[in-house]
């Protein structure tokens, strides 16, 4: 579902990437973990098209996206989960939930994916006529990780899904992304709690200085 091929990418002339490889198939949840500043969310950033690749490739479905733009890439089925809680603030939460749905779903489909949100997350449920601003950092970061599940894409990353909430809740989040990546999604987690988030990954890699490490699980 989502393949990776000796990618390599940098900050202008920084390299960080130094010829990244995986593959993650459908259904599969990938744990990648790391020290800070080993290169994980450039890693992401990259696969999500926030950043350029110098060189390498990225498919999705067979389908290679790497010179595409982000949008085009969540068209393609792609969803990237950022730490900085990307959000519409000026809309209500359930306003942020129905407007970034796959229409895929219908509405039973929409009904019952808000119900499975909420059920994880009722604070959410608590706050669905507020407004996303007026939510706190870790509110925000649940909603945007509930616009992801709505979208319904082929592949999703999450970007330290646990940061910003009390790490009592990160077993209830990677249980839902357990749950989710069992009906066909690809889910990549970068997480900073490994001796929580490897119960719930089928594999863990480790990235040290922008390379990945033999693989550890």
């Not at 970007?159 to 749950?179: H, T, V």
Request: hydrophobic share 45%.
């Amino acid at each position: 579902m989502l393949s990776i091929n000796n990618l390599v990418s940098g900050y202008g002339t920084v390299p960080v990437l130094h010829g990244i490889s995986f593959d993650v198939a459908p259904g599969e949840v990938l744990l990648i973990g790391g020290e800070n500043g080993a290169g994980k969310s450039t890693l992401l950033r990259t696969v999500g098209g926030f950043i350029s690749a110098d060189s390498g490739s990225v498919s999705v479905a067979g389908r290679e996206v790497t010179k595409t733009s982000p949008e085009d890439r969540v068209k393609a089925g792609l969803r990237l989960v950022l730490d900085g809680h990307r959000i519409f603030p000026e809309m209500s939460v359930f306003d942020n939930l129905r407007l970034g749905a796959s229409k895929a779903l219908g509405k039973d489909g929409f009904e019952q994916a808000v119900q499975d949100i909420f059920a994880v997350f009722p604070i959410l449920d608590e706050k669905r006529r507020n407004y996303g601003r007026d939510l706190s950092g870790g509110q925000q970061q649940m909603l945007a990780l509930g616009q992801a599940f709505v979208a319904q894409p082929k592949v999703l990353l999450c970007d330290e899904p646990s940061l910003g909430l009390a790490q009592a809740l990160l077993p209830s989040i990677l249980q839902f992304l357990r749950k989710w990546a069992n009906s066909g999604t690809a889910v990549v987690i970068v997480e900073q709690h490994l001796d929580i988030a490897r119960e719930f990954a089928d594999r863990m890699l480790i990235m040290e200085r922008g390379q990945m490490l033999p693989e550890s699980a």
